[in-house]
């Protein structure tokens, strides 16, 4: 009978009702079994047999231990059949499993298996490695990963030095007892099960009629638990649950509902719940309310944590497993090793956080231009979130006062040494002979982490961040200061490390300062050591005190900072206009020669740099024809930007990749350490101007006469192709302008014109100006004199010395000895009448018709010679049938015009 019909105290309808309800009920709950029977349960182990009933829940210590439990039985397996391939598999993996089970350890310390493990597989390593025959037999694969376990075990059983000394002092200690306290728990979760399984088949023959309750009691249970995610599962729990019956909060509940957490339960391990209905309702978080441990700030939580040695330790070790993992912070994890540096520990512990924390520091690094670089920002974040411009609080000066904290501790502690404060040797390793399992083509890989590699980081760190950032900033400024803290802070190192005769490592400090110093006039640091102290300098006595710091790396440094080291000094001196010491240094070290071969494009850009400085020397000095040369290579192709790593000029025909410019990008050189591209070219010029132009009208109408200067002759043919050029706008124009004046030997338009350039003050200071322009006027007037010789003797019989001295404005003895040159070296066909002080033409001189004359008969003798030639290989004769012969004959026949028999 259908309900609808039904009227409100019908019992038959009641009890039809239950029965259908029932009926239903348990059809549900059959076909609720079946797919249970066909794939497990989401919560039970892949290990496990599925099994009808109660599913058996495991700890999460258990679940490691147990994990690992099968690594070492694999391990094991394979060390004794010597499988070294799967014994590197299996190791790697038992380490990752332990440190899956990190916090497991930190709580209760590494299990004591594993040490076991890790004694016996170093064991059976250092036997099998003085077999040498046996190691001889090995395949290539095998030794190759013997000798990768070799080095691995070695640096895994450092960290574990304390536990595996106590394992040695009682091998067989634990390991019965744990095995036993294992098969206990195991036997005990087994009768627990088939208790809890009879108790359950019970109640359900003796609680049918009551089944219906159940229901809605699993019901709403399963509800409460949908939002619990933090519930404990543990064996404890369990059995005592079952055990308890009726008497829980789940008595009526079957399946895994019978093992959740209900608000009734007391013992919530003072965790907090939240998002759990509770009554019918759910807890929710207001929007702008945090929960109290989140407004609890992280130094007072840290606090709580007792700094002692032992738990310095672990916190450092849990550290350190955890770095680079996905959803790691940085900042949380300096943040916490900051706080363990300011521990009361040993010496040796505070050295080995403090290596810890610069590496952490290093590790934050940010990603800008395709470069990685540490942040070069100022601004530090606030805990409200504001952001406060503090240089004393920046990533890169928090680095700098932890490593002299770190030279502190060491300076203090002379008996400390690398390994036991955690640092890697600081001394390059030399490839020695290495045994016969290791492969050729296996090579070592260092992560160094030591004193003298964190000044060098620390060194690139700065030369990034002042090439990142933009030279006309205020930033770029306040980070030009942090070079005399570093000067200082690699001095004190290189002096620890001198103290205690590591001078090769000392020597590579050197290095680092002298990069630092040579750049530097020394006008310019007297300067401003008027207002700043130059920490880190020197003001009195400067060269020799570069001097100084050159010798010690010349004396312990390697061939290639002794080649940094030798430009450096000559570019010194080359600065301060001392161009003959800094000449004789090049030609001496042959670097002229070598550098092309050296594959360091860093120290080809110091070459080059130093050639334009040198060029520039020689220039002030007055030596036109030097710096000319020096200037050539450089300026010739068009990319003195790129030479000198100063930025990228526009290609038209020769396009860069991607790649090409990303690289090149990388090697540019900070604005503070730039040389004057425009007063480089000017110079070159200039210098190619006083030099050619003579020649160039000399040999006006040679036909064969070639420009030495490539750039010059490049500016002359633009000049050329324009004819209709305006008045001169650029330094090349300037020069052109000049040039033009000189050919016609008028000096004072040419005088006007390059001197005029404003790019002159940048040689130095006013009296270095002053004494260069007066050396330009000097060079200009005598070239013009020349070239007024050579342009217009042919048109005089006699010159007057007075008359040329006035002209020029040139003392009598400067004409006297220009001219005389020119008699020698045959330049000018004249003499000397000294009684009327004139010189006297010779009129040799060519006229333009006889040049003329002269190109049009060697093009005919040419033309004649090409076509006998060509005549006489087809014919013989004109001496090609005699060289024929000599080399066995063309086509073995004699005769033809004009030979001469055979």
């Keep these: 009978m259908s309900r609808f019909f039904a009227k409100p105290g019908d019992s038959s309808t009641e009890s039809e009702s239950e029965s259908e309800e029932e009926s239903s009920s348990e059809e549900e709950s059959s076909e609720d079994e079946k797919p249970q029977k066909k794939a497990p349960s989401a919560f039970a182990r892949d290990d496990s047999a599925v099994k009808k009933g109660p599913r058996k829940v495991v700890s999460q210590k258990d679940k490691r231990f147990d994990e690992m439990g099968v690594t070492v039985k694999n391990l094991k397996n394979a060390m004794k059949i010597n499988d070294w391939n799967s014994i590197s598999t299996e190791f790697q993996k038992i380490n990752q499993q332990l440190a899956k089970a990190g916090q497991i350890v930190a709580a209760e310390g590494v299990p004591r298996f594993y040490i076991s493990t890790v004694v016996q597989l170093a064991d059976l390593i250092d036997q099998t490695t003085k077999d040498k025959e046996k190691v001889k037999k090995m395949s290539k694969t095998n030794a190759k990963s013997l000798n990768a376990m070799k080095q691995n075990i070695k640096k895994n059983n450092v960290q574990y030095e304390k536990e595996i000394e106590e394992y040695n002092k009682n091998p067989d200690g634990d390991d019965d007892e744990e095995a036993a306290e294992g098969g206990a728990d195991e036997s005990g979760d087994d009768s627990e099960e ?90 929710r978080r207001e929007p702008g309310k945090k929960a109290d441990d989140e407004d609890k700030p992280k130094e007072q939580v840290k606090e709580q944590l007792v700094l002692t040695e032992d738990n310095v330790k672990k916190r450092m070790e849990e550290i350190q497993s955890m770095r ?101 040797a600081a001394e390059k390793v030399q490839v020695v002979e290495q045994d016969m399992m290791q492969d050729e083509d296996v090579e070592q890989i260092q992560v160094t982490s030591n004193l003298v590699s964190f000044v060098e ?37 290189q002096n620890y490390y001198m103290n205690i005769k590591n001078d090769a490592v000392a020597a590579r400090i050197a290095m680092r300062r002298l990069e630092h110093l040579y750049y530097k006039h020394d006008t310019l640091v007297a ?26 790396v010349y004396r312990y440094g390697d061939d290639s900072i002794k080649t940094r080291a030798m430009l450096c000094q000559i570019y010194y001196h080359a600065l301060h206009d001392r161009f003959y010491q800094a000449r004789d240094m090049l030609l001496m070290s042959h670097l002229q020669d070598t550098i092309h071969q ?54 038209r025909f020769n396009e860069r990749s991607q790649e090409q410019e990303r690289m090149e990008k990388r090697r540019q050189t900070p604005y503070h350490m730039h040389i004057n591209l425009e007063l480089v070219e000017c110079c070159h010029l200039v210098g190619a101007v006083l030099i050619e132009v003579p020649k160039m009208v000399a040999n006006a109408y040679d036909s064969k006469r070639k420009v030495t200067s490539r750039a010059l002759k490049r500016v002359f043919d633009n000049s050329d192709r324009n004819p209709l050029a305006g008045p001169p706008e650029t330094t090349r124009d300037v020069v052109m302008a000049g040039a033009r004046a000189l050919e016609k030997g008028d000096w004072l338009s040419c005088e006007g014109y390059v001197l005029s ?21 000097h060079k200009i007037q005598e070239e013009a004199l020349r070239t007024f010789l050579f342009a217009y003797s042919a048109y ?50 060519r006229s333009r018709l006889h040049h003329l004359s002269l190109q049009y008969s060697d093009l005919v003798a040419k033309l004649v010679e090409t076509n006998e030639k060509s005549w006489d290989s087809r014919y013989g004769g004109y001496g090609y049938k005699e060289q024929r012969d000599k080399a066995g004959g063309w086509n073995q026949r004699g005769g033809g015009r004009g030979g001469r028999g055979g």
């Design 796 to 845: 005089y019989d006699a010159l007057s010395l007075d008359q040329l001295c006035e002209m020029f404005m040139l003392e009598k003895t400067v004409v006297n000895s220009l001219v005389s040159k020119m008699i020698i070296s045959d330049e000018l066909f004249a003499s000397w009448d000294q009684p009327t002080g004139s010189i006297v033409m010779h009129k040799k001189e």
């Design 598 to 651: 050296t594959n360091s494009v860093p120290t080809q850009i110091l070459f080059n740099r130093t050639m334009a400085q040198l060029g520039l020397s020689a220039f002030r000095t007055g030596l036109i024809q030097e710096a000319h040369g020096c200037f050539d290579e450089l300026c010739g192709n068009n990319r003195l930007k790129e030479l000198l790593a100063q930025g990228l000029s526009s290609q």
């Design 194 to 283: 088939e208790e809890e399984s009879e108790s359950e088949d019970s109640e359900e023959e003796e609680e049918k009629p009551k089944k219906k309750e159940a229901k809605k009691a699993k019901g709403s249970d399963d509800e409460g638990s949908d939002d619990d995610d933090d519930s404990d599962w543990s064996n404890d729990d369990s059995s005592s649950s079952s055990s308890d019956g009726g008497a829980g909060g789940n008595a009526g509940a079957t399946g895994i509902s019978k093992w959740m957490k209900t608000g009734e339960d007391s013992d919530d391990d003072g965790f907090e719940k939240v998002g759990k209905k509770v009554g019918g309702t759910k807890v």
């Design 457 to 493: 980081r620390l060194d690139d760190e700065l030369y990034l961040s002042l090439r990142l950032l933009d030279n006309h900033s205020p930033e770029f400024l306040k980070r030009l200061l942090d070079i005399a803290p570093f000067l200082e802070l690699a001095e004190a190192v």
């Design 757 to 777: 350039l404003p790019v002159w003050s940048h040689l130095g200071t006013e009296d270095v100006v002053v004494k260069v322009k007066a050396m330009l006027k």
């Design 527 to 552: 300067k401003a050591a008027q207002t700043t102290p130059q920490i880190g300098d020197r003001v009195e006595n400067r060269e020799k005190w570069v001097e100084e710091v050159s010798m010690q």
């Design 324 to 424: 680079g993992k996905k959803g790691t912070s940085k900042k949380d994890q300096i943040a916490q090793l900051e706080i363990l540096a300011t521990a009361q520990l040993s010496p040796s512990m505070t050295a080995q956080v403090l290596v810890h924390l610069i590496s952490a520091q290093f590790d934050s690094s940010m990603q800008r231009g395709g470069v990685s670089h540490m942040p070069i920002s100022f601004e530090v974040e606030q805990p409200g979130g504001t952001k406060v411009p503090s240089r004393e609080n920046c990533l890169w000066t928090k680095c700098k006062g932890n490593i002299q904290s770190l030279l502190v501790v060491l300076q203090e502690n002379p008996d400390l040494t690398e390994e036991s404060t955690g640092q890697s």
